[in-house]
């Protein structure tokens, strides 16, 4: 009986390693926000398979703390970044998933920002949108019914929410993170210069051939973050992420500028806020006002990892699982990059696809082509502009001279 025993648990140990149990993964994450879902994932991953999620996640210099643990070789097993230029960034780390049978399940156009010719080296992790939020009750109490897609528009209405005491936006300015997003959106119908590819605007950029200067649209640019500004109150650089999402929970302003990813944070101040977004104004042609989606926020899984095999039996899991199928539509409440997922029950979810439905125009987040590094930079200076350091000319200088230091360095 003792041998029959001790049999059955040499079988089951070996069966458990066959199976990779009792794994411990190093994942090392950013958007902190998502905390308590990473965690919810984790737990019932360990209650599936026996493995271990590790998981570090950071905001603040995540970059920085990926490259020095990357450089060290202290590296994770899996790691977040951007797509498009984080591509290039990282393509000395990454393991190639191409061929991987559960690849075959992601929305095509999802894979759009991490295919480099024709090989798929990063995993799409959410489909997110980003534009101006606003307070369908505050808009309706204003008398709002027509809403604004031009900037002259978007002051009309911020005249008309002032004039009833309401202030019509909460700023985000101390995020330097907020400004790129807010400007990149204006300058979005960019792409009809260059045929309707990105690829090449960014590319003019990088030779230096094309300047932030010599750009006419950047006009619209200052413009709208100057309206922000303007109808932001009285100190629109103290304003940041947590203050915009609980100035709009409580009535206090109608409109800010974020992302879908925003919604939790604003329904745990208000759980029944009705909310929507307006499409951005990108000038005075209200046919060019859209919204940005896509899908930016990348999981990488590393080839050197000491646990390769099974970082990638994690995402073929959280792929194919009934569990990882439904996890983002259900904890995140974002929209899944996996075919045929749930739809999301979120409202700001629900209205991404509405606006789709009647053929909005959306954009891509062009703006991660820029070369990897470039995007704080380029926040600072447009935040020097809106503390009123700078005027417009020197604003454009910056950035012309951040950019050209950034694409040098990386060529």
Known sequence: MKKTALMIAF?????????????????????????DQYNDMAKQYKAETGNTLDMTVLQSDYPTVLRARLNSGDIPDVFMSSAYADNDT?????????????????????????????????YPFLVQSHSFIYNKKIFADAGITTLPRTIREYEAVAQKLQAKGIQPFATGY???????????????????????DYAKFVDKLNSGELKFSNIKEMANVFD??????????????????????SALATGKVAMIHQGNWAEDTIRKTTPGIDI????????????????????????????????LKAAVAWLRWLTTSDYGKKWIPDKIKQLSPIIGAKA?????????????GKKAPSYSWYYQRFPSGLEQGLGLILQGYCAGQTDRQQTLDALDAEYAKIANASK
């Open 224 to 245: 709208v973050l100057d309206l922000i500004k303007k109808y932001g109150g009285s100190k629109p650089l103290e304003s940041d992420f947590n203050d915009q999402c």
């Open 344 to 356: 999301s029950t979120a409202e700001l979810a629900q209205a991404t696809v509405a606006l789709l």
């Open 174 to 196: 101390k995020e330097w993170w907020v400004l790129p997003q807010t400007a990149w959106q204006v300058l979005a119908p960019i792409k009809d210069s260059f045929g309707g």
């Open 11 to 35: 079988l089951v140990v070996c069966g458990a390693l066959l199976m990779g149990q009792g794994v411990t993964l190093k994942l090392l994450f950013y958007s902190p926000e998502l905390t």
């Open 90 to 122: 990282y393509k000395d780390y990454v393991y190639d998933l191409t061929d991987q049978d559960f690849m075959k399940k992601i929305e095509p156009t999802a894979l759009t920002g991490v295919t480099v010719n024709g090989r798929v080296i990063g």
């Open 276 to 307: 929507g977004f307006l499409l951005g104004p990108t000038g005075n042609d209200p046919t060019k006002a859209g919204l940005m989606f896509d899908s930016n926020q990348t999981i990488r899984v590393a080839k050197d990892g000491k646990n």
